[in-house]
């Protein structure tokens, strides 16, 4: 099934916070929901991350038209699997959807994790109602492989607690990073995000705090698994990356705080972009 042009490659954002979702009068323009993106291959759809914003994007689905997807998860913290229960594709059975993701720290399989915690004791969803055609793929970071015949995958091990993938898409020549949540190194860049990230047409990087809020010394997030965005310019310049996208908001950044630091990002390089609900991107 084609979503859209066969020709066109693009990332559209349908949560873009972390850790909790942020509704409110104050998160409209950037938007509240948790991560989800969902990706454009040459007519194929591949989705990251099951967050919140995993239901906005169902609610897009054209009503009765067959659904095939790939779904893929950086892990399975809540805010990346909180929307799964609401994706409608799911009690369909004229969808077929292909799932990878790696074992969890405990070595739960991806299709044990996806039934019995994401859909299962998380959830008040019976795994009965599930109609639609699921296959599952266990991934381990480092990973590399081709699906639908012409969309080459790569995954790289990120820095967060209990562990993280990112992954690499590329198609055509042109090539989208996903590395949300990782936490950068304090003495030197993440050869493994940078490796991952070469010569990306745009990387999508987790950069919840600003410099000071990490390093503030009332409340320092050192540990908390998650980067800032001078950080991650830092590893998009040195991976000669084209396009950066500041992504996985603080869920208490307002959208004021957004505008102010969409300033200072662009400021730094004007190629740079702060990830919004709604917003799709097209590689040229």
């Known amino acids: 099934m084609e979503t859209t042009s066969s020709t066109e490659f693009s ?12 509704p409110g009068k104050s998160t409209i323009r950037y938007g509240g929901n ?22 906005m994007m169902s609610n897009t689905l054209p009503p009765g038209e067959p659904f095939e997807g790939y779904m893929f998860f950086t892990h ?12 409608k594709p799911l009690f369909r059975e004229d969808a077929t959807i292909a799932v990878f993701g790696a074992k969890t720290n405990t070595g739960e399989e991806i299709e044990h994790h996806f039934s019995h915690r994401i859909l299962h004791n998380n ?19 480092g990973d590399k492989f081709t699906i639908a015949g012409d969309i080459h995958i790569e995954t790289g091990q990120l820095n967060h607690p209990n562990g993280a993938m990112g992954y690499r898409v590329t198609w055509n020549g042109k090539t989208i990073v996903y590395a949300t949540d990782t936490e950068h190194l304090p003495d030197r860049l993440d050869e493994q995000v940078v490796n991952l990230a070469r010569g990306a047409d745009v990387l999508i990087y987790d950069a919840m705090y600003t410099d000071e809020e990490y390093h503030s010394p009332q409340s320092s997030k050192v540990g908390w698994g998650h980067s800032t965005w001078q950080e991650g310019l830092k590893v998009a310049k040195a991976a000669g990356v ?6 996985h908001h603080e869920p208490n950044h307002s959208d004021d705080f957004l505008d102010n630091l969409e300033i200072q990002v662009k400021a730094a390089d004007e190629h740079a972009f702060l990830a919004k609900e709604g917003m799709e991107f097209f590689v040229q």
């Open 34 to 55: 948790t991560s989800c993106i969902e990706m454009h291959v040459g007519g194929r759809r591949l989705i990251f991350d099951g967050g919140t914003g995993l239901r």
């Open 242 to 247: 084209k396009h950066f996208a500041v992504f």
């Open 123 to 141: 959830s008040p969803i019976p795994l009965s109602r599930l109609k639609a055609n699921l296959t599952f793929e266990n991934l381990t970071p």
């Open 76 to 87: 399975y913290h809540w805010d990346h699997i909180q929307g799964v229960p609401f994706f």
């Open 11 to 22: 990332v559209r954002f349908w949560g873009v916070r972390g850790s909790i979702p942020a």
